[in-house]
């Protein structure tokens, strides 16, 4: 059977041919970094050391020269050359190989020497009070005043200077023979950085000075940072770049100069052309490793993978429901063959349950419960044991009580056909009360409609009678309101008389006192006592008057206190009247509403009575649809009783 490789997935095989091929090229990669790494530095410090070596040996040389030239101008000068005259000091300078020799004075004079040159200044003061002051001094290459490219050298002799010149490239001479690989070059300057001496003669020429021409040109920046360390007088290697290419350069001041500095450089990339040897050999020992380790890694993970795919695509089988296909032997000791011997054994194991189970299941289906598990089960699949026993003896109870409850149900189906016989009678009957109850409701209905029409003309005449009393009653307050005015103004009248009795009192009072006086007054006074006594029996009238008015006032004040009495009890009367005339009407229409309330209790009961008497038919027919079913649920009953009776019942477990 052919095994369909899932989409998407990626061998184990492949993996680790993949992990191994990326381990032993990353090592490798690694390997040769360091070793081009190692190898680049371990050049790079030999080339420092020899140049270091070359450049301490070829300034030892020119050291040696120089100081060969000073002790030959030193012998020179011993000879006492004040006095010579201009033949002999050029006989001595050709015998010494000089170009000149001259005897200058305190002030700088040239006082005898090479025809043309007497009477001249020297090229450099300073340097001629340094020999003045006992020293014996090189001067830097310059032009003089003929145009010669010279170098003077300068020693003391008997309160005068001996100079001697000698060519200007003779510094490039000492150093021509110098070598520094294929193209490197030795160099001096001078304390200004100006170029003195070079395997180049035309940067001596054009006295090449690069600390200068870096300020204008930033081109040189780079060797000018290098020079600008030469002429402090420090000794090391350092690298520049100069025409577009990366140098090494040794330096150190030359000893017995007049403040010159040595240089020794060489391009880097030709010193470190052996590094692309060895890069190279490098490059194929990293290539043929990485060829021979894929190989080994293709073998090893092939010796790993092939038994896993093996078994991998068993199990796909197996995913796919496959338990007779053959385990492939995998012949191996360690947890692949462990691997094997176990998907085998479980394979084998799952066969056996499968074949088991389905016999089970064949049983059952053929009706026999009385089966159960043959092969032993372990671990998990314990579950499964108890599984098909627990099923087949639930089954076979479920089974007995169905046969049992066939029987009851054969019994009681029948029990059932009588009784919905019955009730089919029974409901016709019904059907008919129910009948004559409608009928006597639909009256019922009609003399509660009778009854609420005419209380709700008691109502209207109560609600009638009931505005009469309101009418009654506001003339009874209107009334009541009178009488109570009269009984006020009855007060004001009696008050009133109160005050016709004071003035009447005052009066007799006033009278008394006139006839008294009038009495005092004699005859004078006669006519005045007759009017006192006139006013006098006035007061008494009209005092007396007073008495019988408030007297009458009185009387009449008590009336009116009991008409009001009376008409207030009148009133109160009729507001009782009102009142019960309101609770009347509000009971009147109380019943007016349970009348209504009732008519449509009774329509509703009539409503009910219709649908009991639907209902009583249903049932009646129901009953005789029961007693159908009833008759052939018997029938089934028996029916499933002789279905049973087909399966081998268990019921000893």
């Known amino acids: 059977m052919k095994i369909r490789k899932t989409k998407g997935t990626i061998s184990i095989r492949f993996k680790l041919i993949l992990f191994t091929g990326l381990l032993i090229l990353a090592l490798t990669a690694v390997n040769l970094i360091t070793s081009l790494f190692t190898s680049y530095q371990g050049i790079l410090k030999n080339v420092r050391d020899d140049l270091a070596s070359l450049g301490a040996v070829a300034n030892l040389a020119l050291s040696a020269k120089i100081q060969d ?96 010149g000698i060519d200007g490239m003779y510094l490039s001479s000492l150093i021509r023979d110098f070598r520094v690989g294929k193209s ?75 403040g010159w500095y040595f240089g020794a450089v060489a391009p880097i990339d030709e010193m470190t052309s052996s590094i692309r040897t060895v890069m190279y050999s490098l490059l194929g020992t990293s290539l043929i490793m990485l060829t021979a380790g894929i190989l080994i890694a293709v073998l090893f993970a092939g010796g790993i993978a092939n038994p896993i795919i093996k078994i991998t695509n068993r199990m796909k089988l197996l995913s796919q429901g496959n338990l007779t296909e053959e385990t492939p032997k995998i012949k191996s000791r360690d947890e692949v063959g462990e691997l094997s011997s176990s998907i085998d054994s479980s394979i084998h194991t799952l066969f056996l349950y499968v074949e088991d189970i389905t016999r089970n299941m064949e049983q059952i289906a053929a009706g026999n419960l009385k089966t159960g598990p043959a092969q032993e089960y372990i671990g998990d699949f314990k579950r499964i044991e108890t599984a098909i026993y627990d099923s087949a003896k639930n089954l076979s109870a479920t089974l007995s009580l169905i046969h049992a409850a066939a029987e009851q149900v054969s019994t009681g189906s029948g029990q059932v056909a009588y009784g919905a016989q019955d009730l089919a009678a029974g409901s016709t009957e019904q059907a008919a009360s129910i009948e004559e109850l409608g009928a006597s409701a639909e009256k019922i209905a009609q003399q509660a409609f009778e009854n609420s029409s005419n209380v709700k003309m008691a109502a209207q005449y109560v609600e009638k009678t009931a505005a009469s009393v309101n009418d009654g009653d506001e003339h009874m307050s209107r009334l009541t309101e009178a009488m109570a005015d009269i009984s006020a103004a009855s007060d004001q009248i009696t008050s009133i008389t109160k005050v016709i009795e004071d003035i009447a009192f005052q009066t007799n009072i006033l009278a008394l006192n006139a006839a008294v006086e009038a009495a005092r007054a004699g005859d004078a006074g006669k006519g005045f006592a007759v009017v006192a006594d006139e006013v006098r029996n006035l007061a008494s009238k009209s005092s007396e008057a007073a008495k019988r008015t408030a007297e009458l006032i009185q009387h009449s004040a008590v009336t009116v206190a009991e008409g009001s009495q009376i008409t207030e009890q009148a009133a ?49 027919a129901t009953a005789e649809e029961n007693s159908a079913t009833s008759q052939e649920m018997s029938a089934q009953a028996a029916t499933l009783r002789l279905e049973v009776e087909k399966f081998k019942l268990n019921m000893d477990r």
Request: proline share 3%; aromatic share 6%; charged share 20%.
């Open 69 to 164: 030239l000073t002790d030959d101008l030193k012998d020179t000068a011993d000879m006492d050359l004040t006095s010579a005259s201009s033949p002999e000091l050029e006989t001595l300078a050709k015998k010494n190989g000089w170009l000149y020799l001259a005897v200058a004075d305190e002030s700088g004079i040239l006082r005898s020497g090479p025809g043309g040159y007497e009477g001249d200044n020297i090229g450099s003061q300073d340097l001629l009070n340094k020999a003045l002051g006992g020293e014996t001094v090189i001067s830097s290459p310059f032009t003089d005043s003929k145009g010669a490219f010279v170098i003077q050298m300068y020693t003391p002799m008997n309160g005068k200077v001996l100079i001697a």
């Open 572 to 620: 109160q009367v009729l507001r009782n009247i009102r009142e019960n005339a309101r609770n009347v009407n509000e009971s009147i229409v109380k019943i007016q509403q349970a009348s209504v309330e009732q008519a449509d209790a009774i329509e509703q009961i009539k409503i009910g009575l219709s649908q009991v008497s639907a209902v009583v038919q249903t049932n009646a």
């Open 184 to 258: 490197g070059n030795i160099f001096i300057i001078d304390s200004q950085g100006t170029m003195i001496a070079n395997m180049r003669p035309e940067l001596v020429q054009e006295q090449r000075n690069f600390i200068e021409m870096s300020r204008t040109d930033s081109s040189y920046g780079s060797a000018a940072k290098v020079y600008s360390k030469m002429i402090t007088g420090a000794t090391g290697v350092d690298t520049y770049s100069y025409a577009g290419v990366k140098r090494i350069c040794y330096y150190s001041p030359v000893n017995g100069s007049n």
